[in-house]
């Protein structure tokens, strides 16, 4: 308490009031300064030229502005199909993992097993783990001489080998693979924070483990599969690696096109106007978040 | 099945964690057995015992430069990260201003903004310049992307530095600086040691953005190792795997006795 006061009073023999603030603001703005810049020029300088580009109907030198990407973007039947696709896949790899992840958030957050720890760092370690390395995996699991087909074979069950990759599935399977320690995290970090005296104040008036779970604990850790679903969802929607190896030019999705008409066909405005599409999908869930939050917290 | 029994029985619960943990691992060690086999493709099971596909990164230059390159382009990033990172950081745990969480928010999109986005844009911005291919677009980009990982380690760490600390600093006479350096700055490296960390490797691994940057004369590894796995699917791609998993293994261990893996998510 001696400290404070003297700390105050020190500061006030310094200098006065209104110079103090003075100096506070600049130091703010001096320590917030690079941080603006970085993503200024490394954000959102460059999205607003690709935001510009896709209003152009030639790039470079164009001649007119135009919104005729965004009428191809978003009614051409090709366009339209993969963007469907993008958003469809990205629904199911949420909801999967969801359902898979919740039960290992759980074990986390409330079992008392002396494996916790060791479990906790088996499912955030793949993080660390290159994409490739993960994909060259699924591709060894997953390929016409890999360890599926390999089994089925030893077994007798088939005679050619399936074609497990090149498919929509093998996709999601991946994608939820590389997926799941994010969403486990998000529910884990929830489950954690709720008072266990609520499931056994329920429990003791008579509610039975189902209804304590259903009425309880599931809807105090809808925020966590609410939080873990938008990073999910977002980083589905914008996945390249996983579509790209596991689908082998068979599974189109947004990524996949996005590069394909900037690199490959160098069509610049389709491209971004592909690109904003995306984005605005990306920025749509995080607003209904953002109202969900709302929401939540009212109640 | 009914969902409460399933969370319930511990026995049955633990045996789903196992499997999902199996499911979590299986894709990642099966590249290791395969790296030592003598077969030419990415066969399972795998046969005999070689080294011939880690002779074969070596004799193959481009892995070694690739390798190179991502470790001085993650190095460069993580560097500038950490300074502008702590800045920032401490911005927000010391200051109270209008429009605080927005800024917070906003200074976050770069861990769910669309890479191939960003990696499109970035090509815009950077060929005019001259920079495509060129370390310092490719470090740009990165720091970029791991910027916010840092500005959350180093914010966590800060909140839980005890005010008076800094009371108890500046009463002896120390000033601002001198209360960062001597009082602030010990008590941040656990912390920013393990957040660093987890940036070379975030920086290292990077593909979808760097895909845009890199081009002849300039390859990152990841982007190295795609192009050798579109022609051929030899066990080579096996043998870096192992490789990155032994140096991913350290950092791991590295940032466990540090502060906690789990410290770098929450």
Known sequence: MTAAVAGITDEIERAPRARVDFARLATLIALLAPAA???GIGLVWPFLMM????????FPDPTALTFANYSTALTDPYFLRITLRTFAMALVVTATTAVLSYPVAWFLARSQSRWKHLVFL???SPLMVSIIVRTIGWTIILGNEGLINAMLAGLGLVTEPL???QSFWSVVVGMVHILIPFMVLSIATVLGKIDPAYAEAAAVLGASPRRNFLKIMLPLSVQGIASGSVIVFCLTVGAYVTPVMLGRGQVAVLAVTIHEQMVVLVDWPTGAAVAMVLTAGTLIVL???GVFLRRHSRR | MNPTHFLTSERVLKAYVFTILLFL?????????????TDVSLTFPPHGFSLRWFANILARREFAAAFLNSAIIAILSTAIALVIGIMSAIAFARFRFPGRETLLLLFMTPLIFPAIVLGAAMALMLSPLGLLRSVQGLALAHTVLIFPYILRTALATLFEIDASLHEAAYTLGANRWQTFRHVILPLLRPGLLAGATFALIISFDEFTVSMFLVGPGLMTLPLEMYNYSEFSLDPTIAAIS??????????ILIIEKLVGLGRQFS
């Not at chain 1, 935001?51 to 152009?56: E, R, T």
């Not at chain 2, 192992?242 to 950092?251: H, P």
């Open chain 1, 37 to 39: 810049a970085l993503l």
């Open chain 1, 51 to 58: 935001l510009g580009i896709s209003f152009q109907d030639k």
């Open chain 1, 122 to 124: 088996a499912v955030i």
């Open chain 1, 163 to 165: 074609r497990l990759m």
């Open chain 1, 287 to 289: 607003l209904l978040y």
């Open chain 2, 25 to 37: 691992a299986l894709p990642i060690i099966i590249v290791v057995p395969l790296a030592f086999s």
């Open chain 2, 242 to 251: 192992t490789v990155l998993l032994v140096i991913t293994s350290i950092a």
